[in-house]
């Protein structure tokens, strides 16, 4: 099983400042075969489901502002959120997707100070 | 718009079984991978369960495998899982998601299990 590690638990930053929340998995999730990362970010807010924001390490998905980025490769990947705004408050998961089981990152809660 | 619509989550005894059904709608059902997912209170996600298009590769997380099973059905556009022998720590959330390959690029709102005498 990959073990996906987050860090930090929680960050607390400015309205319009950065957030950076890094993730680690245990194996490299690079499909050789593709040279694609199968690592995915999801957004979570109280009462919803998961929202897919950026897949392939740092492909962002449809609709999803350009604020948020990921990057990284092979084992260490990084979410970036850029000019925090309100809407971003929420709890966020790294997930790999390489293989079975598919595991996810504990999360890292972001609140505005 | 994409819609998956979870039904069949309830009160549960222990040693109890439930099968939870995912309705999906607006997408070529039979294109993509379905899997499970579900969330204690207060914590992440655990993925459960994985199904193929076709129904002919299945796979699981060791905590439920023997005591869950994934199906589908095309026709219907729907999927479903079987739960037996149900435990107290099996009381979550319970999603249905699509897959893009095995990405869970969308999620249905969820149907609550719990697990109680």
């Known amino acids: 099983e990959i073990v996906m590690t987050q860090f930090p638990d929680s960050l607390s930053v400015s309205l319009g400042e950065r957030a950076t929340i890094n993730c680690k998995s245990s194996q490299s999730v690079l499909d050789t075969s593709y040279m694609k990362n199968d690592l995915a970010w999801y957004q979570q807010k109280p009462g919803q489901p998961p929202k897919v924001l950026v897949y392939?390490?740092?492909t962002r998905e449809s609709g999803v502002p350009d604020r948020f980025s990921g990057s990284g490769s092979g084992t260490d990947f990084t979410l970036t959120i850029s000019n925090l705004q309100p809407e971003d408050v929420a709890i966020y998961y790294c997930?790999?997707?390489?293989?079975?089981?598919?595991?996810f990152g504990g999360g890292t809660r972001v609140e505005i100070k | 718009e994409v819609q998956l619509v979870e039904s069949g989550g309830g009160l549960v005894q222990p040693g109890g079984s439930l099968r939870l059904s995912c309705a999906a709608s607006?997408?070529?059902?039979?294109?993509?991978?379905m899997s499970w997912v579900r969330q204690a209170p207060g914590k992440g996600p655990e993925w459960l369960a994985i199904?193929?298009?076709?129904?002919?590769?299945?796979y699981y997380v060791d905590s439920v495998e023997g005591r869950f099973t994934i199906s589908r059905d095309n026709t219907r556009n729907s999927v479903s899982l079987q739960m037996n022998n149900l435990r107290a720590d099996d009381t979550a959330i319970y999603y249905c998601?699509?897959?893009?390959?095995?990405?869970?690029?969308?999620w249905g709102q969820g149907t609550q299990v719990t697990v109680s005498s």
């Open positions: 607006a997408f070529t059902f039979s294109d993509h991978w």
């Open positions: 997930q790999q997707y390489y293989n079975s089981p598919l595991t």
């Open positions: 998601a699509r897959g893009s390959g095995w990405l869970l690029d969308r």
């Open positions: 199904i193929k298009q076709d129904g002919s590769e299945r």
């Open positions: 392939g390490a740092f």
